[in-house]
């Protein structure tokens, strides 16, 4: 199982669209894909039509008491470890807690032979849940949008990489993913340029069509499923292909059908 985490800790990057989708169009290619909803938000959750959720369903059990990971819920063909607003009481638990920060990196390894893949949506912080999140990757997915905040991000990330490292020397980011894209706008093409000029390995930008992301957050379904076909159903099968060919999981595709 491959364990991706999907970071920034600036907000409205694009990470929950990221995890939900490229989860989803993998799962769509024969994977074992598990999902982990980070951020007490619980856009994830939500945006997958999952509800209520009770605390003992998240990961909270696993930060503060070290438990195994409770059982998914199954969606739309995916496994889901779920979120809500209660998550956010961990980040003050797990604090003083002696190797509260890795507990999510051995649950997972504990449920390694059920899945192919783990995408996890990373809250937009920096703090004990974002570890969290980071220790338990074996790579990472970086969106960063195609705006002047998405520049304004880069050096935090740098910053926050070079302490993840610090414990995970073999943590690399996998991927930096353009989102948000719209080449009409000159400021947009601008930003591409410098991204490209400055981050890789980097994706292919994701463009902004936000009628069809919209409606299927309110209809609680992958873009997939909501919109089979559609421009932003191939915008999403190219980025799953990147990441595919970014992760190295082409050799996991054959298991993935087991």
């Known amino acids: 199982m491959i364990v991706l985490?999907?970071?920034?800790?600036a907000g409205g990057a694009g990470k929950t669209s990221v995890t939900r989708e490229v989860g989803w169009e993998l799962s769509q290619r024969g994977l074992r894909v598990l999902l982990v909803d980070l951020d007490p938000q619980a856009n994830l959750t939500s945006w997958l039509g999952v509800?209520?959720?009770?605390?003992?369903?998240?990961?909270y059990p696993v930060a503060v008491e070290g438990e195994a990971l409770p059982g998914p819920v199954a969606v739309h063909g995916l496994s889901l470890i779920p979120a809500n607003v209660g998550l956010a009481l961990a980040e003050g638990q797990m604090l003083g807690r002696v190797g509260a920060q890795t507990r999510l990196r051995r649950a997972l390894e504990?449920?390694?032979?059920?899945?192919?893949?783990?995408?996890?949506d990373s809250p937009p912080s920096l703090g004990q849940l974002s570890i969290l999140g980071a220790l338990a990757a074996d790579q990472?997915?970086?969106?960063?949008?195609?705006?002047?905040?998405?520049?304004?991000?880069?050096?935090?990330?740098?910053?926050?990489?070079?302490?993840?490292r610090s414990v995970r020397p073999d943590l690399r980011v996998a991927l930096?993913?353009?989102t948000l894209?719209?080449?009409?706008?000159?400021?947009?093409r601008e930003v591409l340029s410098q991204l490209q000029?400055?981050?890789?390995?980097?994706?292919?930008?994701?463009?902004?069509?936000?009628?069809?992301?919209?409606?299927?957050?309110?209809?609680?379904q992958p873009v997939g499923l909501y919109a089979p076909g559609s421009p932003v159903h191939q915008d999403v099968q190219r980025l799953a292909d990147d990441v595919i060919t970014a992760t190295g999981l082409q050799t996991g595709l054959a298991g993935g059908s087991r």
């Open 181 to 188: 894209y719209d080449a009409r706008r000159l400021h947009d």
């Open 5 to 9: 985490t999907v970071f920034n800790h």
């Open 51 to 59: 509800s209520p959720v009770a605390r003992e369903q998240t990961v």
């Open 197 to 220: 000029g400055h981050l890789s390995p980097l994706a292919a930008a994701v463009p902004q069509r936000e009628a069809v992301w919209l409606d299927s957050t309110t209809a609680g």
């Open 110 to 120: 504990a449920v390694s032979d059920q899945y192919d893949v783990t995408l996890i």
């Open 140 to 164: 990472m997915l970086v969106p960063v949008p195609t705006r002047q905040k998405g520049l304004d991000a880069l050096p935090g990330l740098s910053q926050a990489f070079a302490e993840y």
């Open 176 to 178: 930096y993913i353009p």
